[in-house]
Structures are given as C-alpha cells and as structure tokens.
C-alpha cells in the first residue's frame, strides 16, 4: 500500500464520518446533536440502523486501518507496536457498527450483550489510538525522514488526546456540559479523527522526503 492510498484513506475516514453523521441525524426528527449519541443513530430499530452502522462506522472504520497500517509502516517501516495499535484502532472503530447497540424506552440496556460489545469497541478505539499518538513521537524520531516533524508530533499529540481527556473531565466538572452528551461527544470524535486527518495530510507531505533520501 502507498502512502498516497494510506493518506486519502484518514482524508476519506473524516470527511464521510461527518457528512454521514449530518446526514442520517437530518433524516430523524427526533434526533439532536447536543443530547443524542452518535450511536443511537445505529441502534437496533432504529431508522437506516444498517445504513448508518456501514456508512457511518464500519466504512471509516476500515479506511482509518489503512491509513493506520501506511502511516506506521512509513514511520516505523515494519508491522511493530505502531502498526498494531493505530490497525486495531480502526477495526475497533468499525466493530462499533458491526455489533450495534440496544436501547429500550431511550435508555441504552446495559444488560445486553450487543450494547457491552457495542461500548467495548467503542472505548477500545480512542484508547488504542491514543497510545499510538504519542508512540509516535518516539518513532519519528528515529527516522531521518520523519525526524523534522517531532516537534508538531508531541503537538498533535498533546492537543488531540488531551483535548480528548479534557472534554470528558470536563463534561463531569460542568452540570450544564454534562447535560449535552451529544456535544461531549462529538467533539471527541473530532479529536480523534482529527488527529487522522492532520497525519493524513503529513503523511503526503513526506512522501517527496522520503524519494529524496532515497535517491
């Protein structure tokens, strides 16, 4: 896989994640972005469930594998730590679709063994990316071609996952954010995709560094 493939991938894994979500939440009257779970988009009954679940989540979710799998073998240059972690991050984040929720009344049932599988996939994702962020930074700088770009990796790396971190603490500290699940958690996804996004893009970017060293 080239790195043109594994950039437009993490390109692809934000922009269809975003226009779906807007999408298929504008297809339901009853859905808000500030009260409601990107998930419930996916549960079982709800409307184009199936729909959302492959566009939405499995789709990405596979696309942010690829990019994955081409970010941390132009890094890394073999299948280590790196590779695995941002890989399993993605099929992590696609497993959120293939194994929906369920919910009963508007609440999530807890019990159920489709909705533990549903938040145990869900959880793994961010979690397993964060760790790949900031193993990033000791990676690139290894590599001559990537060595440059350590400084913006601890950045990227500190803005995202901490952002991250920050806006779930936060949603806990502030009655009126903790009141908009919705809101906390969209802006976790933009966190975590957007860290996707800004590698896709320097990941491109080194492709020129990386003909030129080996020329």
Same mark, same amino acid.
Not at 110 to 117: A, E, K, Q, R, V
């Given at each position: 896989m080239t790195e043109r493939v594994a950039s437009g991938s993490g390109v692809a894994a934000f922009a269809i994640f975003w226009v779906a979500l807007f999408v298929f939440a504008a297809s339901r009257t009853d859905y808000s972005h500030l009260h409601k779970a990107v998930s419930e988009l996916g549960v079982l009954g709800a409307p184009h469930a199936l729909a959302w679940n492959l566009i939405g989540f499995i789709l990405p979710g596979v696309l942010l594998a690829l990019f994955g799998a081409g970010l941390a073998t132009a890094i890394d240059g073999r299948r280590g730590a790196l590779w695995w972690l941002l890989v399993l991050s993605g099929l992590c984040f696609?497993?959120? @679709? +293939? +194994? /929906? @929720?369920?919910? %009963?009344? @508007?609440? /999530?049932?807890?019990?159920? /063994?489709?909705?533990? @599988? %549903?938040?145990l996939f869900a959880n793994l994702a961010p979690l397993l990316w964060a760790i790949a962020a900031f193993l990033v930074i000791r990676r690139v700088k290894k590599n001559p071609t990537w060595k440059s770009f350590t400084t913006l990796a601890i950045v990227y790396a500190v803005v995202c996952v901490g952002g991250f971190v920050f806006v779930i603490v936060a949603s806990a500290a502030i009655p009126s954010l903790g009141h908009m699940p919705g809101l906390v958690q969209r802006c976790c996804f933009a966190f975590y995709l957007g860290w996707s996004l800004i590698m896709s893009f320097h990941l491109r970017s080194a492709i020129p560094r990386a003909q030129l060293a080996s020329a």
């Open positions: 696609a497993g959120a @679709g +293939v +194994v /929906p @929720g369920e919910m %009963h009344n @508007g609440s /999530p049932m807890m019990g159920s /063994p489709l909705t533990i @599988g %549903h938040l």
